[in-house]
């Protein structure tokens, strides 16, 4: 018995150690002065979502240039990829660990942080009038923009197009379609010379949500399509959505060569068959250009084209929009080298590391003013840009535009619509549901 | 030389107080160990279950038993508990039972090269990690360069060609499949050892008696090798229970969250959907399904150890 006792009270006083140390690391620290002169010590932690090739190396180079400018300091570098940085942000913030820099989508993602209280108000260092918010575009700088308020460093911008091989278009004889109508018709001649017509993997979900978001801004009403993105004034009863499904279900069915299978596709293996010249066209990402056309690849640089998805004929949204919006990084409001975090991302946004950063093998299009040209970027990618600045209207990625379940809802129901298990009212009613559960 | 006894010094109560306080202090640390990272966690989980807790603003209001009411009513949580049914019902039949047949039909092989051979063969799958068989398994089902589909077409099987894991209907099971291939072999090897431990007479007395190879497995290798069973039956069915790996690499739970088990809907409503207290009410309801299947599996195999 008295040994019982002894085992549990000193089990009880470890594991209240324990528990009081960390609530002792989870007090409220002060607020980050983001304008006071840099300390030019310590250890910076940096969360990027560049893991991997090609992008790894970019912050790799940028910290050892940095240290080597500042002797002590240290640039700890987290490299994490597009999908495991969800993970990694959500549990550094469950548990406090945030690091001083990290990374974040526009959107819902970027605002549970700035209403969590955990991302620097950077007003006073990057708002427009700033010397340093002078150089990024101001569509970038009001993508962080929250109440007046500039919370993030826009570090590249970001849009969705068609990439197409030019030269299997001029093989077939087709054109570049001008509708969506012509895009669905355009199909059928390429199968027929042995190409898969699009590309399309959607094991992970998300790629159907960025032709159902772009499809949604062709043929939902604007202020209709900003209104449905918040559960408290969404009500999601435009015949558009219904219209932009069934539009959706077509492209797969005609166009895809994997049809109701594509949910078991990765998007990197749509991406390769455009890139090995086995399809035709594949849906994807600014920052995906110069990948697919890496040195190596069957398509070259020569050979690759890009178009925005075509309007629908009649639809009753915004013809000029295009999906897409600038990713970039926070500054914790909580770190104590908050000033340190802002002068490393000023180093980072310098005209000539953003050049860097939007010339291959990287090809992300700097938000910096001038860094994208012509002469330092690949001509997709100057293209592409070129457009998302001339859209009549910038939206963003579906996925996290809106609260999480309702963007988990359209992303069951896209899955669902691929492999025929729902039909568009079917999954706009789900989406309804969880609508109106998150109100 | 002689050697005289040291007679042990009188076992007065402080000497043996002393004594279990020096033996206690050799098993605390585990103690400790297993207090903080085991139990601790257990607790704060069903903490956790009973709060909304918004992880950016770390703000967590209590609300009883909100989560589990919420559970109730959640089509997709009910889906995720029929698919772990379904694993583990199938691993049974095979980790367990198909294992058991496959272990006594190799260790009655006469030839040890061939015995040690097979053995080997059957357990190389359980040597790569879930994850990568995983992978590899996502390969083989993909249905334009999938092995699968391409061996179907290439024996005239076209027409049975599918897109395992990108169809609701055949999702499920391909995930399965996959798994039953990976463990099937460390269960059959586990009761390849347990066989062995048979006395050999009992199978030499009964050949004697002309008693034939399937009438032995069932009167002698079953009930001999019962205990081995009992421990596998719980660790099949908590496995069943704890699924994770192998859905998160080759659908993620998709498609249209056919293939959700209980750990990657919990793991979709933490971290995608950021509700972590619900989460943490999933994380309960595996727990209490483990431990009960675990409590009631020791009941009935208390009294059944046989001693030889």
């Known amino acids: 018995m008295h040994a019982q006792r002894f085992t549990a009270a000193a089990a009880l006083a470890a594991a209240s150690a324990l528990t009081m140390a960390g609530c002792a690391g989870g007090s409220a620290a002060p607020a980050a002065d983001v304008t006071a002169e840099p300390e030019y010590s310590g250890t910076l932690s940096i969360l990027t979502k560049f893991g991997g090739d090609p992008l790894g190396p970019y912050f790799e180079n940028l910290a050892a240039a940095y240290e080597e400018e500042h002797p002590d300091v240290t640039v700890e570098l987290i490299q994490e990829t597009d999908q495991s940085v969800k993970d990694k942000t959500k549990t550094l913030t469950a548990s406090g660990a945030l690091p001083d820099i990290y990374f974040t989508w526009t959107g819902n993602w970027a605002q549970n942080f700035i209403d969590g209280g955990l991302a620097a108000d950077l007003t006073d260092v990057i708002g427009p009038d700033t010397e340093w918010g002078a150089t990024f575009g101001e569509a970038s700088l009001s993508a962080f923009e929250v109440d007046g308020k500039y919370y993030g460093i826009p570090l590249y911008n970001n849009g969705k197009f068609m990439g197409y091989n030019t030269a299997i278009f001029e093989e077939v004889g087709i054109e570049v379609p001008t509708t969506f109508e012509e895009l669905i018709a355009s199909c059928e001649p390429l199968r027929a010379a042995g190409y898969e017509p699009i590309a399309f993997g959607n094991k992970d979900g998300w790629p159907a949500l960025h032709y159902l978001q772009q499809l949604f801004a062709y043929n939902v009403p604007s202020d209709v399509l900003h209104d449905d993105f918040s559960p408290s004034t969404a009500t999601l009863d435009d015949p558009g959505y219904i219209t932009s499904l069934e539009q959706f279900k077509t492209l797969v069915d005609e166009c895809t060569d994997t049809g109701t299978g594509t949910n078991g596709v990765l998007y990197t293996t749509a991406q390769e068959a455009l890139a090995g010249g086995r399809a035709a066209m594949y849906y994807q990402e600014i920052l995906e250009f110069d990948t697919v056309t890496a040195e190596g690849n069957t398509l070259t640089p020569e050979n690759f084209g890009i178009f925005a998805l075509p309007v629908p004929e009649g639809a009753a949204g915004e013809p000029g929009a295009i999906e897409g919006s600038p990713e970039g990084y926070l500054i914790n409001a909580k770190s104590p080298r908050a000033a340190l975090a802002v002068d490393f991302m000023k180093f980072a946004t310098t005209l000539e590391n953003a050049t860097t950063l939007s010339s291959p093998p990287y090809g992300q299009p700097s938000t910096v003013v001038g860094a994208v040209t012509p002469e330092t970027s690949s001509v997709a990618v100057f293209e592409g840009i070129t457009k998302v600045n001339e859209a009549s209207d910038l939206v963003i990625w579906l996925d996290t535009v809106t609260v999480p379940e309702v963007a988990d809802a359209w992303l069951a129901g896209g899955e669902a619509l691929i492999s025929g298990g729902s039909t568009p009212e079917e999954v706009l009613e789900s989406v309804r549901n969880a609508s109106d559960a998150a109100k | ?308």
């Open chain 2, 1 to 308: 030389m002689a050697l005289t006894a040291v007679a042990p010094p009188p076992r007065t109560p402080r000497r043996v107080g002393v004594r279990r306080l020096l033996g206690l202090s050799w098993i605390l640390p585990a103690v400790v160990v297993l207090g903080v990272f085991v139990y601790l966690p257990l607790v704060q989980n069903l903490g956790f279950s009973t709060l909304e807790w918004d992880i950016y603003s770390g703000s967590q209001v209590f609300i009883g038993a909100d989560n589990y009411a919420k559970l109730v009513g959640d089509p997709i949580f009910w889906s995720s508990l029929g698919n772990n049914v379904l694993y583990a019902v199938i691993s049974l039949a095979f980790q367990v039972f198909g294992a058991i047949v496959l272990a006594a039909v190799i260790e009655s092989i006469r030839s040890d090269r061939w015995r040690r051979g097979l053995r080997a063969i059957y357990f190389v799958p359980s040597a790569i990690s879930l994850t990568v068989a995983g992978l590899l398994f996502y390969f083989i089902y993909e249905p334009n360069l999938g092995m699968l589909n391409y061996v179907l077409d290439h024996v005239g099987l076209g027409a049975w060609a599918q897109p395992w894991l990108g169809q609701e209907s055949t999702a499920m099971t391909a995930i399965i499949v996959m798994s039953q291939w990976q463990g099937f072999g460390y269960s059959t090897l586990l009761f390849a050892v347990a066989i062995q431990r048979v006395p050999s007479e009992l199978y030499e007395a009964a050949a004697i008696d002309g008693i034939g190879p399937v009438r032995r497995f069932f009167t002698i290798t079953l009930p001999l090798v019962r205990e081995m069973t009992g421990l596998m039956i719980i660790v099949t069915i908590s496995g069943a229970f704890q699924v994770f790996n192998e859905v998160m690499v080759m659908t993620s739970g998709g498609p249209n969250n056919s293939t959700q088990v209980l750990g990657t809907w919990l793991y979709r409503n933490g971290f995608v959907r950021n509700d972590f207290g619900y989460a943490a009410a999933i994380a309960t309801v595996i727990f209490v399904v483990t431990l009960g299947i675990a409590l009631v599996q020791l009941w009935i195999n208390r009294r059944r150890r046989v001693e030889w």
